[in-house]
T-cell receptor, first 117, second 113 residues
């Protein structure tokens, strides 16, 4: 079945360590996104990519890095520079704007919960 | 700055009644507005999109309205069921900010039998 796969589902990190969250999609979508969700807060955009080898910072990019070497993959690295990384991370994808009539619907993965020990 | 407001208090409703959720936005003029459902520990799932030139959109027991004058969208779940219990998120979108989708914090709906 087509969809978005995030891994790992749960991740524990010691302070000072970098960790990488995986996001793979087989929906043939051009655009991919990373969001962070904290309790009682809306989803906040970290990075997004509308095409391979290109990505833009979202609202809270500091302390995070991404790459988009393949259409299917958009990994997120949480670096030691991120001061408060404990959160629920969501990856999403969509077709690019203007590609026919579309709703701009985002397809989300099941999320990765990162806890800093 | 752009702001999206959804009622942070949970909406407790009896099965069979209509649940009405509000999404207010300020400091921008979205051309579209999406609604998503999120279950605990899961990713959001798209429900509906309404465009600025559409006053109302329906999908099964769901109805969404979009009032660009009031800068507000209302989301209705009619004949609510316990399975409708979830958090509902709104996401107003402008065409020039495509890709930078912003979401409200969501309103939790609890439907009791």
């Amino acid at each position: 079945d087509g969809g978005i796969t995030q891994s790992p589902k749960y991740l524990f990190r010691k302070e000072g360590q970098n960790v990488t969250l995986s996001c793979e999609q087989n929906l043939n979508h051009d655009a991919m996104y990373w969001y962070r969700q904290d309790p009682g807060q809306g989803l906040r955009l970290i990075y997004y990519s509308q095409i391979v080898n290109d990505f833009q910072k979202g609202d809270i990019a500091e302390g995070y890095s991404v790459s988009r070497e393949k259409k299917e993959s958009f990994p997120l690295t949480v670096t030691s520079a991120q001061k408060n990384p404990t959160a629920f991370y969501l990856c999403a994808s969509s077709i690019a704007f203007g590609q026919g009539s579309n709703t701009g619907e985002l397809f989300f993965g099941e999320g990765s919960r990162l806890t800093v020990l | 700055s752009q702001k999206i407001e959804q009622n942070s208090e949970a909406l407790n409703i009896q099965e069979g009644k209509t649940a009405t959720l509000t999404c207010n936005y300020t400091n921008y003029s979205p051309a579209y507005l999406q609604w998503y459902r999120q279950d605990p520990g899961r990713g959001p799932v798209f429900l509906l999109l309404i465009r600025e030139n559409e006053k109302e959109k329906r999908k099964e027991r769901l109805k969404v309205t979009f009032d660009t004058t009031l800068k507000q969208s209302l989301f209705h779940i009619t004949a609510s069921q316990p399975a409708d219990s979830a958090t509902y998120l709104c996401a107003p979108m402008t065409t020039d900010s495509w890709g930078k989708f912003q979401f409200g914090a969501g309103t939790q709906v609890v439907v009791t039998p």
